[in-house]
């Protein structure tokens, strides 16, 4: 059973910091692109960062280059998103999911194109 857990989300002031876990099991991790995204209200879901854990490439989106990182932990055995220099803008629930490369002809980082979805965590930045 395909299961997507995150952890870590909650409230940050402008500048601060936040670090995002999410464990995933159920599937071929090695073989999956672990990605997360994140939905304002009112807004569209976006991709915020994704990584192979097929190759370890990476991929941010223009506006959290520099901020923020996305890395495997593998004693945790989790995907984290460490967030810095936090903005108003990033206020959001964050969701991770996952493509499973099997069921993929090409590794993305589009919301289309994941296979499972956590319930996601909220991350409010505010004074």
């Known amino acids: 059973q395909v299961q997507i857990v995150e952890s870590g989300g909650g409230l940050v002031q402008p500048g601060g910091s936040l670090r995002l876990s999410c464990a995933a099991s159920g599937f071929t991790l090695g073989h999956s692109v672990i990605g997360w995204f994140r939905q304002a209200p009112g807004k569209e879901r976006e991709g915020v960062s994704c990584i192979s854990l097929r190759d370890g490439g990476t991929h941010h989106a223009n506006s959290v280059k520099g901020r923020f990182t996305i890395s495997r932990d593998d004693a945790k055995n989790t995907v984290d998103l460490q967030m810095n220099s936090l903005k108003p803008e990033d206020t959001a629930v964050y969701y991770c999911?996952?493509?499973?490369?099997?069921?993929?002809?090409?590794?993305?980082?589009?919301?289309?194109?994941?296979?499972?979805w956590g319930k996601g965590t909220l991350v409010t930045v505010s004074s």
């Open positions: 999911a996952a493509q499973d490369l099997f069921r993929a002809t090409s590794p993305t980082c589009d919301a289309y194109d994941m296979h499972y």
